[in-house]
């Protein structure tokens, strides 16, 4: 096998493993998810979210259609999905299942984002979102409730207003308005990757050295 392709492979294969398993110091994963409390009050609009990614592993971009008051979990890894609003009759579900099942994942992805970009797809809020709290919070779940202010011509108002912490069974543990969220509930993405480099650098120089060995040994 040729080494430098050994090389990236063992690369891969290390730092794959170490960000699906790293926790930040301190902190406990949890599940974070969103919902849009009015869809109903615009029964001649369709609402999708993308690029929705809810794989803790291998991320899988899709773009999901939303239902009234039906919560949407995120992984809150690769990528921010956008809510969009386009009129009943000129959305074709069909097409959107088909794109979605799509096997090869970057022309699933590039189909889906080439759909949503035209104008007919109107798009709004971007949901931000990470899935790390400090260990000692009492909550596993996030629920952030959206609502839809406004659609008019090529322009949708929607706001967060609200924040539901919830157990693993569920039950609402606290709530609190958007406004009021704490700054720190959340880690920062900084704070998250400085973790990640703080183990990947080692691992990294461990997979050179373990690399140097296997293409000796394949010229001997």
Known sequence: MNSFKLMII??????SIIKADLLPEGKKKISYGFTVTNIDSFPGYTFIAFPVNQSNGVPYITANILKSNKAL???CRFGA???YAVKNENFNKTFL???NNFKDDKEREIQLKNLLSDKKFIPSIKIICNSYVDRDEKYDVIQENF???SIVSDTMLIKS???LYKDRNNNILDAKDSHMKAKDDLVSPSQKYSSYLL????VLALVSIVTIILIRKMKK
């Open 10 to 15: 063992l690369l891969f294969v290390y730092s």
């Open 73 to 75: 979990h995120l992984a």
């Open 97 to 99: 299942d088909s794109l």
């Open 81 to 83: 999905p956008v809510i």
């Open 199 to 202: 183990i990947i650098i080692p």
């Open 147 to 149: 609502r839809i202010e």
């Open 161 to 163: 207003e609200k924040l």
